[in-house]
């Protein structure tokens, strides 16, 4: 491991490495975001600080509606007098069902905005074994993983389209809020599913497997997984070059936010405390979504972005061994959400390209061997 990746690493950007504001002449006068994730936490305090450079257009994309307007009218007190007020939208958005994914989905690709960036900041920490009622997955799983990949997946062809229809604009922006604790993983699931011949997601499912302290930093380090293989294996040099940018940032360890919401008991008074004394305020680590979706350009297409900086991914990423479990994962991710794409793109929004494995469509996830017909 890395002395990045270490926990002294870890410790050491934690005490003395300070994200930087986004400068002060930065204007986001006529652009449009989303947000999910957003009426607390990092999610919010970005929303702050973005409408503080200016942005025009903001959805919030949020599971409770009342909260998001709750957030909505915060948000606009928090401007100052003499601003123009921003346009604030709410979204209805839950990451634990996918029929509600589709229906945001649905919205987004039917909305006549242009959108200059999407953050996907909406997670999980569960201490406690919860499976999601609708798919019947580990809760942190479903959402920092399945639920995340679906949404990537099914919001990169529209900000490709966007990217592709307005050529002398900046390219859009799909950022995902990831986390240095993806490198700590011992990812102990993909052993098990090996040597007793079962799926990756079988052995997260199984209760027996569950360990409390470690299921968080493997849920970011399968989506870690999925994403890189996605943007090496399954982007086109066309959509690299002109589509849209594609980057994780890592905020930090912040207190502040409700990502350890579910921690009780004198559990959670203990990791309250530690993140009290190792934790960044979320107004610090929202520095750094902000940095992503609106100053990192290009050079963090495909790349992973902390402190406002390039950084390593988790070590497993780019190993030997890594390649191998991405595949697995990428495998498994498209066998567990390619019937709700192929709802998506066929039935509700209309319009496909042509895949050359099978002659039907997918730009991203249809490449032969992974086409929805012959799979």
Known sequence: MTFYNSY???LYRQFLVCPPKAPSSTSLDNKTGIITGSNTGLGYQASVQLLHLGLSHLILA??????GEAARKSLLASLPPTTKPPTIEIWELD???YPSIISFISRVKSSTLTFDFILLNAGIANFTYTLNPSTSHESTIQINWL?????TLLLLPILDTQA???????????????SETAAWAKFTEAEISTTSQTTLLSALDNDSNFDMGDRYYTSKLLYQLFFVELYTNHRSAAQRSTGAILNLVNPGFCYGS?????????????????KRVVGRSTAMGARTLVHAVVLAGEESDGRYLSDCRLGPFAGLVGSERGRVVRGRVWEETVGEVRGWCVWMWMGWLGGFEVC??????????????YCWWKA
């Open 8 to 10: 002294p690493g870890f």
């Open 62 to 67: 949020v599971r409770n509606i009342p909260k």
């Open 95 to 97: 990451m634990a069902n």
């Open 147 to 151: 639920s995340t990949a679906l949404l």
């Open 164 to 178: 592709t229809n307005n050529p002398h604009s900046p390219r859009p922006v799909l950022s995902i809020v990831s």
């Open 258 to 274: 409700e990502l350890h919401r579910s921690a009780g008991g004198v559990f959670g008074r203990v990791l309250a405390g530690v």
């Open 356 to 369: 050359v494995g099978c002659g039907f469509y997918s730009s991203i996830f249809c490449f032969d061997r």
